[in-house]
C-alpha cells in the first residue's frame, strides 16, 4: 500500500483493561523530525511529522500528561502505544463496562413526544399528522410470544401437577385437544405462540428499527405491491385489483421514498426510523446506523450469538440486482469509544468484522445445522446505505487495522 497524503491518529477506550489504544499512519517513514506527545493535561495528544501538525482530543484522559511517547524504530509508518487510563477515569470505565445494557434503543416509546406530527426524511412531508398520535408504547422483544407460553407452561403451581407432561424436544402437546386447549388459552390471554400485535388508532407502536401506526392515522402515503409508480393511495383498491392479500412497499406520496411497509398480519403501517422525522426529548434523528447497532446489541442479549447476517427484503424492488448481497457481520465490541483524527468527535459505537458474500452463501450458511449466525433483515436499499457507512467507517482506522483476513474492521455509531 502507497503512503497516504496525510497523517492520521486514531484512538479506542479500552475500558475493560483501563488503557487507551493509540496508533497512527504516518503519511511518510518517520524520521527525526517525528514527534507524539501527550498534552499537559492528558486530555490529547499530538503528532509532529515533517511539516504536518496533527491533534486528537482523547476518549478518556490518561495519566501520561506532558509525557514525549517513544519511537522505537525509525523508517516505519505505523506507530502504536497502550496508554494508562488516569485513576479519575473510572467512571468513564464503568460506564463502558455497563453501557450494553443500559443503552435505550433509539427513539424508544418514553423519548418520542406526544401528539408530535410524522414526517418523511427527505422531503418533510407529514405522513401523520399533529395531536393523532396520543400515546407511545414500546413493542415487547422479538421473542415475547415464546418466553411467555414457556412461563405459563412452567409456573411454580404447576411443578407438580401429574396431568401436566409435554415433550421439550418437539413439544408434541399441541397436537392433543388439551394442547390445543393450553394454546387457545395463552392465546385469549394475548401471549399465544400464534399472537399478534395489531395496529391501534392513535397509538405509536416502537420497535428497535420501526414506527408502527394504523392505517388510518396515516396521511400522504402510498401503497405498492412494487414500485411507487404502480402504487395507490388505497390499500384496500389496490388488493382488490390484484385479487390477492400480502404486505406492501409504502411510499410517500410526494418524492417516492420507501419509507417501510404495510404488515398484513398486523394491519400497521410499519415505518423505518431512519427515514422518518418526529420531536424527541433527546432531540436526535437516529439513521440505519445507529439502528442497526441496537439490533445487534439485542441480538447478542437474546441469542449470545455475535455473528449475524444482515439479508435484504427484496419484495417488490425496482433493481432486479437487488438483494444479491448480504453482510456477514462478526461483532468484536459491542461497546466502545473511540476518537479520530478523520472524525469530528469522540464517538460511542460497536467494533465488528464484516464482509460481504452472496445470498446464495448466506443461504447455505443458514441451512447449515451448525450455523452459529443470526438472521437479521432490512430492506434492501437501507442494506446498501448500511454497507456504505461501514466502508465509511474502515476508512477512520489507521492503515494496518483495516484488514484481517478476509474481514474488514468497521464501526457502527450507537
Known amino acids: 500500500m502507497g503512503p497516504q497524503s496525510q497523517s492520521m491518529i486514531y484512538a479506542e477506550l479500552l475500558a475493560n483493561i483501563g488503557r487507551i489504544s493509540l496508533a497512527v499512519s504516518l503519511s511518510s517513514p518517520c524520521d527525526a523530525s517525528t514527534r507524539i506527545a501527550v498534552t499537559a493535561d492528558g486530555n490529547d495528544v499530538e503528532l509532529r511529522h515533517q511539516a504536518e501538525v496533527h491533534k486528537l482530543r482523547l476518549p478518556g484522559k490518561v495519566a501520561l500528561g506532558g509525557a514525549v511517547l517513544p519511537i522505537h524504530k525509525l523508517g516505519v509508518t505505523a506507530l502504536s502505544w497502550r496508554l494508562p487510563l488516569e485513576t479519575s477515569s473510572s467512571p468513564l470505565q464503568q460506564r463502558g463496562r455497563d453501557a450494553t445494557e443500559s443503552q435505550a434503543a433509539p427513539w424508544s416509546a418514553i423519548d418520542l413526544e406526544a401528539g408530535s406530527e410524522i414526517s418523511c426524511r427527505q422531503c418533510g412531508t407529514v405522513i401523520v399528522n399533529r395531536d393523532v398520535i396520543k ?17 405459563h407452561c412452567h409456573k411454580p403451581e404447576d411443578a407438580d401437577d401429574e396431568n401436566h407432561s409435554h415433550g421439550h424436544g418437539t413439544h408434541h402437546r399441541s397436537e392433543t385437544n388439551g394442547g390445543k386447549a393450553d394454546e387457545q388459552s395463552l392465546a385469549s390471554r394475548g401471549y399465544g405462540a400464534s399472537s399478534t ?3 391501534q388508532e392513535s397509538v405509536g407502536f416502537v420497535d428497535l428499527t ?19 409508480e404502480q402504487g395507490s393511495p388505497s390499500r384496500q383498491s389496490l388488493l382488490e385489483a390484484h385479487n390477492q392479500t400480502r404486505n406492501l412497499n409504502v411510499f410517500c406520496s410526494s418524492c417516492h421514498t420507501q419509507l417501510g411497509f404495510f404488515n398484513h398480519r398486523t394491519a400497521a403501517a410499519t415505518l423505518s426510523k431512519w427515514q422518518v422525522s418526529c420531536k424527541s426529548a433527546s432531540g436526535a434523528s437516529p439513521g440505519i ?25 427484496t419484495d417488490g424492488q425496482a433493481d432486479p440486482s437487488a438483494g444479491t448481497t448480504v453482510i456477514h457481520i462478526w461483532v468484536l465490541n459491542s461497546n466502545m469509544v473511540y476518537s479520530s483524527t478523520a472524525a469530528e468527535h469522540s464517538t460511542q459505537a460497536i467494533k465488528l468484522f464484516y464482509r460481504l458474500i452472496s445470498r446464495d452463501e448466506a443461504d447455505r450458511m443458514l441451512e447449515t445445522v451448525t450455523c452459529d449466525a443470526q438472521e437479521i433483515s432490512l430492506p434492501a436499499n437501507a442494506l446498501g446505505e448500511a454497507t456504505r457507512l461501514l466502508e465509511k467507517s474502515n476508512l477512520l482506522l489507521p492503515d494496518g487495522e483495516r484488514l484481517f483476513e478476509e474481514w474488514k474492521v468497521g464501526l457502527l455509531t450507537k
Request: glycine share 0%; net charge negative.
Open 210 to 228: 420501526t414506527l408502527l401506526f394504523a392505517e388510518s392515522d396515516c396521511a400522504s402515503v402510498m401503497f405498492s405491491l412494487s414500485t411507487p
Open 135 to 151: 400515546v407511545w408504547k414500546d413493542l415487547p422483544s422479538e421473542n415475547w410470544a415464546e418466553m411467555m407460553e414457556f412461563w
Open 289 to 313: 446506523s445507529e439502528c442497526l447497532a441496537a439490533t445487534l446489541v439485542s441480538t447478542i442479549s437474546r441469542s449470545a450469538s455475535s455473528k449475524s447476517l444482515i439479508t435484504p427484503i
Open 197 to 199: 400485535i395489531s395496529a
